[in-house]
């Protein structure tokens, strides 16, 4: 079933006197079905940030629309859009942008606050996530006491406590080591068993071949996709690189 | 690297971040003004010349050893704070390739720049200033403008420059070893040091309550003035340790009691402000505390030496019963001077006596009563209004009395007693003690606190305000961070006004309410300390304690304002 549609949307920047344009987005359309997990790739300065930004929300395109569950974000007044993200949207980033005021258990349940989520609740919706990123033992420390790869699990499970129609990832693994990359990714893969919608940003192969699918941008078009299909990761992955090769030689060889 | 590329890098450094050091420069002209100002007082010789003027040198000579230590640490205060804040900046330009010889050569040449910009501006409006407030004193002191001329000493200026240059060298050293000593890794991630989980929290929490508590007590129940005199400034020392306590402790102590209240504590409109001051309470509370401090000794010595100032009539009145008091003091084995003689010469001289004030000539009519059971001699004028010798008193050899009417004449009927008397006695010693003379003294003492407590009522608002400045704008750039996570999250847009709105009121009030507590704690005990000068008004006091602290919270408001604005435009960038 279709869960997210991206509908011809373009995204132009005035430069700041407005003499030349800048465009982000030429002209995107694609679609993410329930349950997919898809890893959007393409090379620095082709949009694919900018994009997410407007999946996410927090900017809007200069044309076209997008569709999370058959509604358009364009209909949605300003000031509902904070409650919409919060209870559609889950974020991870590649900072992590975790609160230091907070513990990690308060950082986690920060959503399901702003949303007026009763006292009892809380708990009971916390300790299974904690428990399946593994960090049921930190949640009563703060972000500066633990390491990179366990602030973004703590992100991963703030993003997914509200149990978000779609889960966003900007370069999730961008600041993290191997070791911790593909425990996330591995977590990313759980959550998507579980039923979860991810879509992902990402420079990293390794990365994106834990996907069901790749989107590649370039120039602020959808230049190509593949599909796992029966691959396993390893082959998945080569094929991945060898689509970056096209991708990166700008098919001018071609 | 050429010498005038450092300067070049430290001029650009200024100018980029203006925000900070224009105000720092202006806190620094603010201290270096006044400071040059108390020294000008002291040194001119138009001060020294006045009636009452050694006086109040004196005093001003007290009070500056004070003031440099104060602008002193202050200066150092302010920038150990501001070179902390810039930790990652230093470790930027060590990565770029500079060795920490020339980070510091570039941050001592910006100390330079900003605080020899303060002080030339400083001793600036000092020196223009400094004409107007001399004769302001000279009003306040009720000196005459005449025989008393004002130059700028140049004592002054040396003195001010000599202070600057003490700090600017001491602020140059911390900076460069606070430098020298951190590595480039530590510098680059200095901002986000980790902090240490508080411990003895409760412990600390409850000894700052105690001491506060004791120390109010005390200054509650204290009825004897040698007594609050002696304990004020014990009493004062162990309030400032208290505040620093509560601050740090108190304040995180009952914020984690807000935050095990879950059901208080999992509320949209309590998590981020409890969360966040919790936070901000540990980093900042030195900061609030010395705010806190400040202000209510900048409350406690102006409402002090205004009380001083307005009462100096009832303290006079209080040191001297009577306007003239003489003391005799026969010479070894003279002769007692007879007092009929002296009640005789006293008679004699109030008929001589002619009064032309009201441009009418009265004559004194000398009239004898007995004043209870002691032999005393009244003396009443015709005309009340005009001139009246009233109550004179003779005992133990001592001549008390009163002279009522224009004062001039009261002085010259004085001075003519005192002559008559050393022709008629000559083997008696008269010590004289008039309230005349004690009048003049009394402006010059004070006159010159009520000056010195503006003097540091000014400096401790300077600082205040830039406290007040510098947490708005760190805490502005910390912030912005956290409220944009905040939006991305999904708190919404008023949501996250009406937090910033509620931060910024408790951080800011805090002080305030922290520095009227004590106020009012201190007001009992003020007052009876006052009684020591033999100010007994305590609706005096109360009443000047009560205006100090009014006008200070609106002027603290009106900075609250405007430093407020600077918050919200760094946050919502």
């Not at chain 2, 995180?252 to 001051?277: C, D, G, H, V, W």
Request: hydrophobic share 50%.
């Amino acid at each position: 079933m279709e869960l997210l549609r991206i509908d011809h949307v373009r995204r132009v920047f005035n430069t700041r006197l407005g003499f030349k344009q800048c465009i982000a987005l030429r002209d995107i359309s694609f679609e993410v079905c329930e349950g997919e997990f898809v890893a959007i790739m393409g090379p620095s300065g082709s949009g694919k940030s900018t994009l997410l930004n407007i999946i996410a929300s927090l900017d809007k395109p200069s044309s076209g629309d997008i569709y999370l569950s058959g509604k358009g974000l364009k209909a949605i007044p300003e000031r509902e859009l904070s409650a919409f993200r919060r209870d559609n949207l889950g974020f991870v980033f590649q900072e992590f942008n975790l609160l230091d005021t907070l513990t990690l258990r308060d950082n986690i349940l920060l959503p399901l606050v702003l949303a007026r989520v009763p006292l009892a609740e809380l708990e009971a919706r916390l300790i299974p996530v904690a428990r399946q990123l593994g960090i049921e033992e930190l949640l009563d420390k703060f972000p500066y006491e633990v390491s990179g790869g366990e602030k973004q699990r703590t992100a991963v499970a703030r993003a997914v406590i509200t149990n978000p129609k779609l889960l966003l990832a900007d370069e999730p693994t961008g600041a993290l080591d191997s070791r911790a990359s593909a425990n996330l990714l591995g977590q990313f893969r759980a959550l998507n068993e579980k039923g979860h919608t991810l879509l992902m940003v990402t420079h990293s192969a390794l990365a994106a071949s834990h996907a069901g699918r790749v989107l590649f941008i370039r120039d602020g078009e959808l230049f190509n996709q593949l599909y796992r299909g029966e691959d396993n990761n390893r082959a998945f992955y080569e094929r991945i690189t060898a689509s970056l090769l096209v991708l990166e030689d700008g098919g001018t060889d071609a | 690297m050429p010498k005038s590329f450092y300067l070049r890098l430290a001029l650009a450094n200024v100018r980029r971040s203006r925000q900070v050091y224009m105000p720092y420069a202006f806190a620094t002209a603010i201290i270096s003004g006044v400071y040059f100002l108390i020294l000008a007082m002291i040194f001119s010789p138009g001060l020294a010349n006045l009636p009452g003027g050694e006086t109040a040198k004196a005093i001003f000579t007290a009070g500056i050893v004070v003031f440099t230590l104060f602008a002193y640490f202050f200066m150092l205060y302010i920038n150990a704070f501001l070179v902390k804040r810039r930790k990652k900046e230093f470790g930027l330009y060590s990565v770029l390739g500079m060795n920490r010889k020339q980070i510091a050569a570039i941050v001592v040449r910006e100390n330079l720049i900003v605080m020899g910009a303060g002080v030339l501006l400083g001793v600036a409006l000092g020196a223009v200033l400094g004409r107007l407030l001399f004769l302001l004193l000279l009003h306040i002191m009720r000196a005459t403008v005449a025989g008393s001329t004002f130059v700028l000493p140049r004592a002054a200026f040396f003195g001010t420059v000599a202070l600057f240059l003490a700090s600017f060298i001491s602020t140059a050293l911390y900076n460069s070893v606070s430098i020298h000593i951190a590595n480039t890794a530590e510098l680059l991630k200095s901002d986000r040091q980790s902090e240490k989980r508080p411990r003895l929290v409760l412990p600390a929490a409850i000894l700052g309550l105690l001491l506060l508590l004791s120390a109010y007590t005390v200054a509650a129940i204290i009825k004897n003035m040698g007594l609050a005199l002696g304990l004020f400034f014990p009493a004062a020392f162990i309030v400032i340790i208290a505040t620093y306590l509560l601050f740090g402790a108190g304040c995180t102590a009952f914020l984690t009691m807000l935050r095990k209240n879950k059901q208080l504590y999992y509320k949209p409109e309590n998590f981020i402000a409890i969360s966040s001051m919790f936070h901000r309470m540990r980093q900042n509370a030195r900061g609030l505390a010395t705010i806190c401090v400040l202000s209510t000794m900048l409350i406690v010595t102006v409402a002090g030496t205004s009380s001083l100032y307005l009462g100096q009539e009832e303290i006079l009145r209080a040191n001297h019963p009577y306007d003239v008091r003489i003391y005799m003091n026969p010479a070894e084995g003279g002769e007692e001077p007879s007092y009929a003689r002296i009640d005789e010469l006293i008679g004699q001289l109030a008929a001589e006596h002619y009064v032309t004030a009201d441009g009418a000539e009265h004559k004194l009519k000398y009239t004898q009563v007995n004043e209870q059971d002691e032999p005393g001699y009244v003396m009443v004028g015709e005309d009340a209004s005009v001139i009246k010798l009233k109550h004179a008193v003779i005992i133990n050899r001592m001549l008390r009395f009163d002279i009522a009417g224009v004062e001039e004449d009261a002085e010259r009927f004085a001075a003519a007693l005192k002559q008559a008397l050393g022709q008629e006695f000559p083997h008696t010693e008269f010590n004289w003690s008039t309230i005349y003379d004690a009048r003049v003294e009394g402006y010059g003492i004070f006159g010159g606190l009520l000056f010195l407590g503006a003097f540091f009522g000014v400096l401790f608002l300077a600082l205040t305000v830039l406290m007040i400045y510098f947490k708005q704008v760190t805490e502005g750039q910390e912030d912005k961070e956290r409220f944009e996570i905040l939006q991305k999250v999904g708190m919404s847009d008023e949501a996250v006004r009406s937090t910033i709105n509620r931060q910024i009121l408790w951080v800011f009030f805090l002080p305030l309410a922290g520095a009227l507590c004590h106020t009012l704690a201190a007001s009992s005990m003020i007052a009876t300390m006052l009684e020591a000068f033999q100010l007994f008004n305590r609706s005096l006091t109360m009443c000047c304690m009560l205006v100090t602290a009014a006008v200070f919270a609106l002027t603290y408001f009106f900075v609250y304002r405007q430093t407020a604005s600077v918050y919200y435009r760094l946050v919502r960038q």
